[in-house]
Structure formats: C-alpha cells, structure tokens
C-alpha cells in the first residue's frame, strides 16, 4: 500500500497509491543469461492445467481456453533482434540472445529534471517491426529486461495507429538504469495528444466510450553512454502488454482446481516505516518493491554485501531498502511503477520480468501449478476483504498458492511483521478485487480497479512445465 498520487498520474490504479483506511501496517547483480524464448505475439486464453491436489501436484485434463482482450508481443531472439531498424545497435548471439550499442548513430543532450544536470550522451537505437495488435487496445504497458552498467542508460518509446487511421507521437514509456547514479530513472508526464494519454508507465486511450482503440505499435529502444566509453547497455527482453478489458463490476465466479502452495520468502514493508523516506516515504508505500523481492529470492538471487553496503545495517531486511531505491520512479515520486519493478527484478542473474493482465484465478492455477508465484494489484475497501484489515485505493500481493478449498494463499506485505505476511483470503472476495475495473470507493464514488494487473517474475531459461505454463497465459 502507498500514498495517495494525483489522479492524472494514470487511469488504471498503480501499485502506488494510498492508503484508504490504514492497515497493520546500488544496483543490482548484473544479468548473464542462459537462454531466452523467441519473441511471440499472442491473446491471452484463461486456461487449466489441472485439477485441484491436496498434496500440490496438478492432475487432470486441461481445460479449453476462453478468449480474454489482452495481446503480450515480446521481442527477445536474435532473430527478432535483427528485424525491425538498427541505427547504431548491434544484435548478439548467444544463449541468451541481446542487443547492445554497435557503433554510436550520434550524440544527444539530456537534461536531467531531477538533478538540473546536463550531459552529452552517444546513442545507438533500434525501432521495432509494427505489431498489429490482435486485440485493439484501449491500454498498452511496455515492459523491458536490460543491464545498464554505469555510464549507460535506455529509452523507451511507444508509436502507434488508432482504429480512424491516425498516428500517435512517439511516448516516452519510460527512462531507466539499473543504477540512479547517472540518471534518475523517471516516468514522462504530460504526453498527450487529445486522443491518448501517458499515465506513469501507462499509455491509454482517453475517451474508451468513443470506441477508439489502437491497432498497432512500434516500440523504440534508444541506448547510451558516455562519450569515447565502451561500455554498453544490454537488453534481452522488450515488449508490451495490449489490453481492452471490459468495464466490470465484477466477474464471474471461477471454480477451484489446484491445491498448492508455494515456499516463498516474506517480507514486511510495515517493518521500513521511517527508513529512507527519500523513496516515497519510506516502508509505508512499500508494497511493490517488497513484494518483487520476495519472488526474486523465491528464485534464489539477492543482492550481494556489496550492493547493500548503503543500507543501515541498524535495519532488517535491507534488500528491501535495497529494492524501493532501484524501483524508484523519480517523476511518479513512488516505487510502484510497473515496469520499473519487472525491470529491477531482471537485473538479476538469468531472470525475467514482464508485466501483464490475467484473466481469472484459474490463469493463477496454472502459473502456481507450474511453480511460478505472482504479484497482483488490487484495491479494496476494508470491508470487502475478510481478514485483511485495511483498505486501500491500490496493493501489491504476492500469490503463492490455493487451498484445499480454493482460497487464495498470499503473501501480503501490508502485515505488522515477517510472520504474519502469509494470508489466507476468501477466493470469491479477491477474484473480484483484482479482476474488476470498476468499483465503490469509501465515498461511494466510482472509481477504477486494477483489471487483473500482475507481474511475472520467472528463469531465463524455464523448464518445459514453466514455458507451458507461461504460454498458457499469453507470455512467452
């Protein structure tokens, strides 16, 4: 849960918003990879792997897969690497297939508005082949896999063609490092063009009843460094997330199918309130960085001695210090920029991260079947959540398993300590707190929900079950 954000930052509801009624409550490994899957463009299908099992093991048939508006394309071979237009950049071959800088297409200046700095960077850059997307979308979220090593920093731009024919400009989707030292990294606000919006790390359509929507994209990747270096950024994984899910109340009940449940680290942000405030008041907004953290250590990687040596060794849990300084969004002003947390868990060695939109809990079945946890957005009353003890207009949790009777089995990060982050929640409540778009605030105004946001966090190279799993639920 985080403080509340001006409504124009973005339509659909980030993970860094407030607290609606309150509750309990250096850069990372640099990423040598092992393989990648080759870029894909696919509609997202809720779909089954297997009946429930009290001892955790999925069986049964799978079921057939139901059309959900949601498009993920990802670019990440070398083929795809070698498509679209170079200026500069250069594709490599290897197990796990990048792009980096090749020879510099020119020099730019960028002035940095959260140091007044301006510098001369080189740059190379490379534009995507269109995607036409298979759902028009009235939302789209980039999301990007890279190591930026000091002297380095990326851009990325999103272009694309409404359903009348028209362009949009190039968006700034997002400007990143791995570290802060050389750039802030920062969202963009204040791009429009009367017809669309960027909202954070959001580009939506700003009038979805008029029946616009857009067709296609292009994703622009712009690299830098700094003149005469050598050094260069490395990207492995770039692609976006194209939506239209209808406007909801609520939906339809799902039926359990898994019993599983997954061991994952907890973590309290309640634990950080007070510590380094300079990253959105500290502990109490959180819930994004601590929820990433604890699937990047499901997956066996941490920071090392040397990347906390900055934390207060006075405070526990310092990788969690650790993920909010380099999940921070400088212009948001908050941690819980969604792309931001994918590409910060990708720093580290032989991971992955993508942002996406499910479409029931039985998509989560599939993923927890598979061994795959996931952090999920909602927001709620309190009265709508049996147990949780607050409300909020926007929360992290992190997903680790279903049980015997279907409930929802998370780690939730709003929790007074390490030992009380493991909930049990009523299925019904959260199916309907995570997957609807529209929903009752406290002042009975109607106000937007989250429509099924989550995050992926998941190995380089996968096993067959995890690459099923993932392809089952759009992402390859």
């Not at 070698?82 to 980096?100: K, Y």
């Not at 992955?352 to 709620?380: M, N, W, Y």
Request: proline share 7%; with cysteine; glycine share 10%.
């Amino acid at each position: 849960m985080t403080r509340a954000q001006p409504p124009s930052r973005r339509t659909v509801l980030a993970a860094a918003i407030t607290v609606a009624a309150a509750g309990t409550t250096g850069t990372a490994a640099a990423s040598t990879g092992t393989a990648a899957a080759g870029g894909t463009g696919t509609v997202v299908g809720p779909t089954g792997t297997a009946a429930a099992s009290a001892a955790g093991r999925a069986t049964g048939p799978s079921r057939k897969a139901v059309p959900h508006p949601v498009d993920n394309r990802a670019w990440t071979s070398y083929a795809d690497w070698r498509s679209g237009s170079a200026e500069g950049t250069r594709a490599v071959a290897a197990l796990r297939p990048g792009l980096v800088i090749g020879r510099p297409a020119g020099t730019t200046e960028y002035s940095d508005p959260h140091t007044g700095t301006t510098a001369t960077w080189e740059y190379a850059r490379w534009t995507s082949p269109v995607h036409r997307l298979r759902v028009p979308a009235a939302e789209v979220i980039a999301s990007w896999n890279a190591h930026t090593p000091p002297g380095t920093w990326l851009q990325v731009d999103l272009r694309g063609t409404y359903s009348d024919g028209t362009e949009t400009p190039w968006y700034v989707m997002g400007r990143w490092a791995s570290g802060d030292e050389d750039i802030k990294r920062t969202s963009v606000d204040d791009q429009s063009d009367g017809k669309s919006d960027i909202w954070t790390d959001t580009f939506a359509i700003s009038d979805p009843a008029s029946g616009l929507r857009l067709v296609s994209y292009r994703l622009r990747l712009t690299l830098h460094r700094r003149p005469g270096s050598a050094a260069t950024p490395r990207v492995w994984r770039l692609g976006a997330m194209g939506s239209d899910i209808p406007d909801r109340f609520t939906v339809p009940a799902s039926t359990p199918r898994l019993a599983r449940e997954l061991v994952v680290p907890r973590y309290s942000q309640e634990i950080h309130i007070g510590q380094y405030p300079e990253y959105d008041n500290g502990g109490e907004a959180w819930c994004s960085p601590t929820s990433s953290q604890m699937i990047i250590e499901y997956w066996g990687r941490r920071p090392t001695a040397a990347d906390l040596s900055w934390v207060n060794p006075a405070y526990a849990d310092p990788q969690v210090c650790h993920a909010a300084r380099f999940t921070y969004d400088y212009q948001y002003g908050g941690c819980g920029n969604w792309p931001f947390n994918s590409a910060y868990a990708a720093t580290y060695r032989d991971l992955q991260g993508v942002v996406t939109r499910l479409g029931s809990l039985a998509d989560l079945e599939t993923l927890i079947a598979a061994g795959i946890p996931a952090i999920t957005s909602q927001s709620f009353l309190k009265t709508e959540l049996t147990g949780a003890g607050y409300g909020t207009s926007g929360h992290l949790m992190t997903v680790i398993g279903f049980t015997a009777e279907g409930d929802v089995i998370a780690n939730d990060p709003a929790s007074p300590n390490n030992d009380a982050v493991r909930r049990v929640y009523n299925r019904r409540e959260w199916e309907t707190i995570w997957l609807r778009t529209k929903r009752y605030n406290a002042s009975g105004k109607i106000v937007s929900g989250t429509g099924g946001v989550c995050y992926l966090y998941f190995p380089a190279q996968p096993s067959a079950r995890q690459r099923a799993a993932l392809a089952a639920v759009g992402i390859r």
